[in-house]
């Protein structure tokens, strides 16, 4: 007899960096651990590549990308105006998810999507299979408060987000910042929210084997590279401390000009090496004697789950998220943060001199957010099961 498979969808729109679908792959990983006889798909709108481990009975459904405009969401690549992507990228979603009828669908950050892309497909996917557990997965920290209602109030009534949607998962530490608390989640969401604690511990298992690491080091990560060249620009001066190198990783999505501008600045000195992208980052930021980092929530996820100093760096436009959450993590003492505006060489050179040798104790807030949401997971596909049968 041929047991039907749990059959898990996870969507990402991925307008710029890499942050939305490596999160989702991190859980898909422990997902697939969690759920025996387990079938995946993540829904993204960037091309797999070889920076991404797929767990066992996943796959890919890649549609045409987005990029962020000066106008706001244009094509990435395909020759077409937006209205017209959006329309597409909606039919692939709409026969993805009807086709495929996933018994659990998790939307990272946005519940429609772009553009509302996946408003008519979910509210069709929930009328012909009214069993499937639609989840909406958010970080812990969305935007200032007034932006993050701004933004609920476009997509209308909050009835329909209401009935549509089963659960909320939070992906933080509810005694570190509260998005109910502050405003950033409608108060009318708050019965279907729930905390997992920070997507930190056992992200490695997303990463493909690392390469052995120069000893001791300091490491500088900027995620995607879209919008980090600045600090990595300043970082690539900084004065590294006695006996250590200093490891600049500026992302695979920086142009090469801008690349090529920090490797001949790095080739002048004999501490310093610049690379695009390091396999097994998360394995390299345990590693590393200091860290410096923009603030963006999967690299501070990764340094939470380790005991190394990290200098963060938050970016502030068009969002204020990463700022809020660096001075949230300073203000229990879990890192430093540094503005932008306030940055120099010197800066991060007279901190890392301070942070090497020292030990960050992060045990103390809620860093095992993974393993829960895949426990949740399990109790979505037993309950659904229940009710079936029932």
Not at 13 to 34: E, F, K, Y
Not at 71 to 98: K, V
Not at 103 to 129: C, M, S, T
């Amino acid at each position: 007899m041929t047991i039907t498979p749990t059959r898990v969808l996870m969507y990402s729109h991925d307008s710029q960096g890499l942050g939305h679908v490596r999160r989702n792959l991190a859980l898909a990983h422990h997902i697939a651990q969690a759920i025996p006889n387990v079938s995946g798909l993540l829904l993204s709108g960037l091309t797999p590549t070889n920076l991404f481990t797929l767990p066992a009975g996943f796959d890919w459904v890649a549609v045409p990308g987005i990029a962020k405009g000066e106008g706001g969401y244009q094509a990435r690549n395909l020759n077409e105006d937006t209205p017209h992507l959006i329309q597409l990228r909606s039919a692939i979603i709409a026969s993805t998810l009807l086709s495929y009828q996933p018994d659990i669908v998790v939307i990272d950050r946005h519940i429609f999507g772009v553009w509302e892309e996946l408003k008519e497909p979910l509210i069709a996917l929930k009328q012909e299979h009214p069993h499937t557990h639609i989840v909406l997965g958010l970080r812990e920290v969305l935007d200032s408060p007034e932006v993050a209602r701004a933004e609920w109030d476009r997509l209308g009534d909050i009835t329909l987000i209401h009935d549509l949607v089963d659960s909320i998962w939070v992906y933080g530490d509810r005694n570190i910042h509260d998005p109910i608390a502050t405003g950033e989640i409608p108060v009318e969401l708050a019965d279907k929210i729930k905390y997992t604690g920070y997507l930190s511990t056992g992200r490695q298992i997303i990463d493909r084997k690392a390469d052995i690491a120069p000893s001791p080091f300091i490491l500088t990560t900027v995620g995607g590279g879209e919008d980090g060249f600045d600090l990595a620009r300043i970082a690539v001066d900084m004065k590294v401390p006695a006996g250590h190198r200093h490891v600049i990783v500026a992302g695979p999505q920086l142009d090469d000009y801008r690349f090529q501008v920090l490797s001949r600045a790095a080739n002048m000195r004999r501490d310093v090496e610049v690379i695009k992208s390091w396999p097994g980052l998360a394995s390299q930021i345990a590693r590393a004697a200091a860290v410096i980092s923009m603030g963006g929530y999967n690299t501070t996820a990764e340094i939470l789950a380790t005991d190394t100093p990290a200098m963060i760096v938050p970016r502030e436009v068009p969002r204020r998220e990463q700022l809020i959450r660096a001075r949230s993590l300073a203000a229990v003492g879990m890192v430093e943060y540094t503005r932008m505006q306030d940055l120099s060489s010197q800066v991060l050179g007279r901190w890392a001199a301070r942070a090497v040798g020292k030990k960050i104790n992060r045990a103390p807030i809620a860093r095992h957010g993974l393993a829960t949401v895949a426990q949740f997971a399990l109790d979505c596909v037993r309950d659904a099961r229940i009710e079936v049968l029932s």
